[in-house]
Each structure stands twice: as C-alpha cells, then as structure tokens.
C-alpha cells in the first residue's frame, strides 16, 4: 500500500498537534503547561545560569517571545531573574520554590504522558519509527 507525501506529512503534523493538546490539557491541568514546563526544565538544566537568550536559542523562538514567557513565569512566581555578578546588563534565571515544585510534578506527568501515548506500538514498531525519524531529521539537518 502507497501512502502520499501529503497524507503522510498530514498524518505527523496531526499527531503531533493532537499530542501537544493532550499534554498540555493534562499539564496544565497539574499547575504548568507544556510550554511552561518545557521553559523551567531548560532553566533547571542551567542551573542558575540561563538567561533569556539561552532560553530562546534552546526553544527556537525569538528573544521577545521567550522575554513574554519568562514575564509570564515571573508574574506566576516561578521563576526569579536575578542580576549578573559581572554584567548589570545581564538577568539570570533561577526557579523559586515554586518553580521546582511545578518541575517536580510535570515531569513524571510528562514521561508518563509519553509512555501511554507511545504503548500502542510493539517493540519492532517502536524501532521502526525511530529510524524513520532519525532519516527525517537527518534530512532537515541537510536542508
């Protein structure tokens, strides 16, 4: 059986759009979204040593949009920017108490979420899947 470019590329893109609104949905509903998560996962990742740039080169986004989602985190009190030692210019980022405790809850949420989803398919299926992902990825780091 053949499958289209467009119906298989139709197929990922709904995947993948169906899986961000059931994490999210299910996160957010745990006291942080998936964007949110995803953002102080990265500042818990630099320990203290993120700064906002770090953060929209890490998710892909652009400096304003990350300064909008750090505000955001900062307004909710799950984060702090803190001045740099060296460079007044500079803010740090660091998670509060608060921050932490959202990270300690979202991310088995999370790893569950991902072994659920990801239970429909057999070992073989599992394997096959990643290697086709491996050869999409591949293909973009070319492009």
Avoid at 56 to 85: H, Q, S, W
Wanted: proline share 3%.
């Amino acid at each position: 059986m053949n499958v289209s470019d467009e119906e298989l590329l139709t197929d990922l893109f709904r995947t993948i759009a169906l899986m961000r609104k059931s994490f999210d949905r299910a996160m957010t509903e745990q006291g942080a979204s998936l964007a949110q998560t995803k953002v102080l996962m990265c500042i818990k990742a630099r320990s203290g040593n993120a700064r906002a740039v770090d953060i929209a080169e890490i998710m892909g986004v652009a400096p304003r949009t990350a300064t909008e989602a750090l505000d955001g985190l900062e307004r909710d009190g799950l984060i702090r920017r803190i001045p740099d030692k060296e460079d007044r210019r500079v803010k740090r980022l660091t998670l509060t108490p608060a921050g932490e405790a959202a990270v300690a809850v979202a991310e088995p949420l999370r790893r569950q979420l991902m072994t659920k989803l990801l239970a429909n398919l057999n070992p073989s299926e599992r394997l096959n899947f990643h290697a086709a992902l491996q050869k999409l990825l591949e293909g973009l780091a070319d492009a």
